[in-house]
């Protein structure tokens, strides 16, 4: 079997040193639909520096400019299993919701999510994921509350004057 638990019998606890890597390479997908037009070319629009010195900006702009959110299905291989391993992975290929590892893979902040294996399929580090979304967030509420102050100071100056 190709799995740890069931669907009826979930492990209770799993301990890691690093985290689950999920893969995410198209090619292991189909029924791809993005959810919002997606550039015709990735490269023109990423901007990779050659430091590698990541700032919750860069977390941000990843979030807003290089991620193309998609649904989708895994394909599935079922040869030679049994039918009741068959029906558990076809219960468990529900639609998804996610990303296309090659289309952040060369980005400043994919550099750091997506690995490849030996043989080249792409997947992502998912402890890192929660990292970057915090990041971002964090940064949008800087960027936020430093535009309600300004908004204030200009206020404050038209109604002193």
């Known amino acids: 079997t190709r799995y740890v638990g069931t669907a009826a019998h979930r492990w209770q606890a799993l301990y890691c040193v690093s985290s689950p890597n999920v893969s995410s390479d198209a090619r292991m997908k189909e029924n791809v639909k993005y959810m919002y037009d997606k550039p015709e070319i990735l490269n023109e629009l990423t901007d990779v520096r050659d430091n590698d010195e990541i700032t919750t900006k860069d977390l941000l702009d990843f979030v807003l400019n290089d991620l193309y959110m998609v649904t989708f299905d895994y394909k599935q291989n079922t040869e030679g299993m049994e039918e009741d391993e068959v029906q558990q992975v076809t219960a468990m290929n529900n639609r998804q919701i996610g990303f296309i590892a090659q289309d952040i893979e060369n980005t400043k902040v994919g550099k750091y ?49």
């Open 113 to 161: 999510l997506v690995t490849k294996d030996d043989e080249g399929i792409l997947s992502y580090e998912s402890s890192n994921w929660p990292s970057i979304i915090a990041g971002a967030l964090q940064q949008e509420i800087r960027d936020r509350q430093a535009a309600d102050k300004e908004l204030m100071d200009m206020l404050n100056s038209i109604i002193n004057e």
